[in-house]
């Protein structure tokens, strides 16, 4: 199962007893202090190089007046999905269709109820339809990737401080392309209503909504507070850890200068011998 810590003796599946068979020394307790030691000299380092860390991830949340206002305005995008994006109206014969709809009617009564073998004949069957729906997907598409930038920000924002990223720069990026994908997915839809209004008259109408203006604000917002950040430059605000890197450093100098100690009496024991 393993050997023992004093002589080496290899225990068996039957030594279950706290005593080592060949030398007779507690298993559980021998060298207890050194190891006790040794993990608190290893908790101490993984102390000292995670805390630079844990300050840069709350100086970018929550470091600044401005980190704030960020943490805030994250979530504005997310929010405004919710809001009605587009509005619908369509008389069919058996059924008429009077909603605003949302990320969550997208989701909910769209993409979980879609029925692709319907949406493939609407694209391939039918020359009446092709360019609308294909445009329909594409609104639908674009309008989930811009949610997806709206929630990928959140943790990226988290390594805007790291000293090896431009953590300022990525995040304007990605809400650019949160603006790109939100206004292409408003274009894609307006022409989605005027392929179906050209193709069905009066039976079918649709505009956009506030949503997806307040979508695209928000990113902007988001645009803004990153560039006045970036502006500002105000440095990251570290908790003094000198007392731990100190003990650390002290420890692993002991440390060496017990193995040199060591060396060096092997080396005369060795000299002796010759």
């Known amino acids: 199962m393993a050997n023992c810590p004093k002589c080496g003796y290899r225990l068996k599946f039957t030594d279950f007893k706290a005593d080592c068979p060949g030398c007779g020394v507690n298993l559980m307790y021998y060298n207890h202090q050194e190891r006790l030691a040794e993990d608190a000299d290893k908790a101490e380092a993984e102390h000292v190089q995670m805390q630079p860390k844990i300050d840069r991830i709350k100086f970018a949340f929550v470091g600044t007046k401005l980190s704030i206002a960020r943490l805030v305005l994250l979530f504005l995008p997310i929010?405004?999905?919710?809001?009605?994006?587009?509005?619908?109206?369509?008389?069919?014969?058996?059924?008429?269709?009077?909603?605003?709809?949302?990320i969550l009617n997208v989701v909910m009564d769209v993409v979980m109820k879609l029925n692709f073998?319907?949406?493939?004949?609407?694209?391939?069957g039918s020359d009446l339809t092709r360019v609308a729906f294909i445009f329909y997907v594409l609104s639908i598409v674009y309008i989930f990737l811009a949610a997806v930038i709206a929630i990928v920000r959140i943790p990226v924002i988290s390594?805007?401080?790291?000293?090896?990223?431009?953590?300022?720069?990525r995040n304007i990026t990605l809400s650019t392309?949160?603006?790109?994908?939100?206004?292409?997915?408003?274009?894609?839809?307006?022409?989605?209503?005027?392929?179906?209004?050209?193709?069905?008259?009066?039976?079918?109408?649709?505009?956009?909504s506030?949503?997806?203006?307040?979508?695209?604000?928000?990113?902007?917002?988001?645009?803004?507070?990153?560039?006045?950040?970036?502006?500002?430059?105000?440095?990251?605000?570290?908790?003094?850890i000198s007392e731990f890197v100190e003990?650390?450093?002290?420890?692993?100098a002991e440390k060496a200068a017990a193995l040199e100690e060591a060396k060096r009496i092997v080396e005369e024991y060795e000299s002796a011998k010759a």
């Open 79 to 102: 929010g405004m999905l919710f809001l009605p994006l587009v509005h619908v109206e369509a008389n069919l014969p058996f059924k008429s269709i009077d909603m605003n709809v949302s």
């Open 117 to 124: 073998d319907v949406l493939i004949d609407m694209i391939l």
């Open 159 to 169: 390594v805007s401080c790291s000293p090896k990223t431009n953590g300022g720069d």
């Open 177 to 208: 392309l949160g603006i790109i994908f939100t206004a292409l997915s408003m274009v894609s839809f307006v022409i989605f209503t005027s392929q179906m209004s050209n193709a069905f008259g009066d039976m079918y109408h649709g505009s956009l």
């Open 210 to 240: 506030i949503g997806g203006f307040l979508v695209i604000l928000g990113f902007v917002a988001g645009i803004v507070i990153d560039v006045l950040i970036k502006r500002a430059d105000e440095p990251v605000k570290y908790k003094d």
């Open 247 to 252: 003990r650390v450093e002290a420890r692993r």
